[in-house]
């Protein structure tokens, strides 16, 4: 007897996770594709994003300036660690960066716990309510999230593609020494696209606060996932990653159905094995000629 | 006159009659790269004992034909016969255990290794190829051969530098010690002096002189003083085919070969 | 106006420029000969601040350009277009063509008026403009890397092989390409081993050798006799 009704949840429940890990993988991946940056405290980014936005949320009740606060906060914090961590490293050992960051990703963590306690915060829905759904209850936040999960990554899609920044950027990630020749000031472009990278991560640690509470510990089973994602969907490929954070998400939604959620994360491992060993380039990467 | 020009001149003046069969020969060599062919043709003889001097305007297939001599790229069509027998096809490991070796145009040195650890790697890897449980320093043998390469190059009394810390010209001959280390009949060198200054350069041309003593050997270069002053024979290629071939003289007397490279 | 007196350069460890003394002076055409591997494209690099220079001075308008970054070199008047083109392959025809066009100080009127330029001289990228610059042939390649560096107008224009790969006729239209932006007042630099396009492009001709400059003539006057050119470029 197949599970039709489960299997509706799941997909919207998949869709929605996907979408806002499509937002962290965005991120990442546009990092790694220009300074080829493996951020390990991208997770960490989007649970401070969390914060101030659950901070934001009790001083002003209003999530969307709490979303907003959180994007421009952490945004400038990025900029702030890229400044003074990475670009020192920029030309270094990859090893190093990855040693930074992961520093870094403690360092932010702790930070945490000493500003905010161990106490699990809350943000609440901005939009109340739920519809039926076969014998559920579903949120209507759920949806909204994936909405604007969407328009955030569409927005980033037209200003990639569109905006004269977005022009620059893609050319830098391209061939970064012939950007410079063309008077395209790479070091800022580095700091543009890591502050915006950080500021997608914040933004999605508050779209995802009202679904489990934000607490220190809850960028790391982003940060992991997303690194799988990014890999199967290639590195650096922006489009690659967005549908392989779909992808993958689904298929631990689906996992779900037959075994616990805990046991579902594997389904994601088994993803990233496949890939390295039959399309280690990328799933969603068109095979070179 | 180099002794291996009056070699290679005496030699193309009797006739064939008493000329030792060719080291290296190569067979209607080709490589196509999709629509592209990177070589087209090439048959070329080469002798013990000659310096064979390959030159060619960019794009005329040099790399390409060593990348083939050496097992790196795998011809189209065409063949390549080491000492009689057939190599064309084979893996650079078997290649270079045919006796083939190659120094390269960017340094293939180990940095963090000493230079006689460098050295010796390539030293032992002809022989003593299973034997995994006996101390390396059991290895005369392998050592001697080693600092002999070594004091060929003229790096003897360097060897426990740090590779990394040589000077470009010293890493150079380090490659070329690597190369020698292997014993092999056939020595490729590719653009040995490139980015060298001029003393630099007449550093190196003696060396491969000397070295060339007991060796075949294949040399792709640029500088026209050092190919001219080494070489007993010359190949040109040119868009993967060969121009022409003679020696020195024939080829500096040779107006299509002058066309070539002052249009190219 | 660019002035390199005994620049020495590095490439990784190998010391590849042992004293290279150049000078260009507003609107010249100055070519550079020399067989491959003598230095020809690290001098370019040199000037780019793309190799580590280890001694000497490059100045340009009397500014030293020490210290200088690579980006800020647009700026000040100085395009290059390298030896391997260099093109952004993801990039459209007219969105690499915008990497120049859309500097800081320049008028949205100005721009378009730039872009009808390089479409007026490579009407061939007018067609293509939304294409992918990946899809392009190496000729048509070619001409968007120069009309790249055309749209930063720039005082001079650092060109490197632009006739190499391609087909013997499209050497025809690199000599008219070269001629037009002389006429319109842009210095050029320009490393060729193509010989007789050389002479006849260029005011002055440097030659090089293992790393330094051997000979420095008039074009004019190599073009009356050719042995030094046999000697440093034949066989």
Known sequence: MIPWDQIVIQTLNGLVNGMVLAIVASGLTLIFGIMDIVNFAHGDLLMLGAFVGAAALGATGSFWIALLAAAIAIALLGVFLQVTALRPLIGRDPLTTILATFGISLVLQKYALWQWGPSVRRISEPVPGHFTLFHLQYPWYRVATALMAGAIIGGLWLFLKYGKYGIWIRATTQDRVMAQAMGIPVPLVHTAVFAIGSAMAAASGVLFGPFTGVTQTMGFDFTLRAFIVVVVGGMGNLGGSILAAIFVSLLEAYAAIVVSPAQAVIVAFVVLVLTMLFRPTGLFVPTPK | MTRDQARGAVASSDGGAAAPPPLLRTEGLSVHFGGLAALNGVSISVRPGEIRGIIGPNGAGKSTFFNCLTGVLRPSSGHIFLDGEDITGLSPHTISRKAIARSYQITNILPGASVLENVRIAAQSRHHNWSMLRHHRSFVDVLDRAEAALADVGLAGKEDELAANLSHGEQRNLEIAIALATEPKLLCLDEPTAGMSVTETHATVDLVRRIARNLTVLIVEHDMEVVMGLAGTITVLHYGEVLAEGTPAEIQANPRVQEVYLKA | ?235
């Open chain 3, 1 to 235: 106006m660019l002035v390199l007196d005994d620049v020495h350069a590095n490439y990784d460890k190998a010391h590849v420029l042992h004293g290279v003394s150049i000078e260009v002076r507003a609107g010249e055409v100055v070519g550079l000969l020399g067989r491959n591997g003598v230095g020809k494209t690290t001098t370019l690099k040199a000037i780019m601040g793309l190799v580590r220079r280890t001694g000497g001075r490059v100045t340009f308008e009397g500014r030293d350009l020490a210290g200088v970054s690579p980006h800020a070199l647009a700026r000040l008047g100085i395009a290059w277009v390298p030896e391997e083109r260099r093109i952004f392959r993801l990039l459209t025809v007219l969105e690499n063509l915008r990497t120049g066009v859309e500097r800081p100080g320049t008028m949205p009127a100005r721009r378009e008026e730039l872009l009808d330029k390089a479409y007026r001289y490579f009407p061939i990228l007018r067609e293509r403009r939304h294409q992918a610059g990946g899809t392009l042939s190496g000729g048509e390649q070619q001409m968007l890397a120069i009309a790249r560096a055309m749209m930063l107008e720039p005082k001079i224009i650092l060109l490197d092989e632009p006739t190499e790969g391609l087909m013997p006729r499209m050497v025809g239209q690199i000599r008219e390409i070269v001629h037009a932006l002389h006429r319109d007042g842009v210095a050029i630099l320009l490393v060729e081993q193509n010989v007789p396009l050389t002479l006849e492009a260029a005011d002055r001709v440097y030659i090089m050798e293992k790393g330094v400059v051997r000979h420095q003539a008039p074009a004019t006057d190599l073009r009356a006799d050719q042995a030094v050119i046999h000697q440093y470029l034949g066989v």
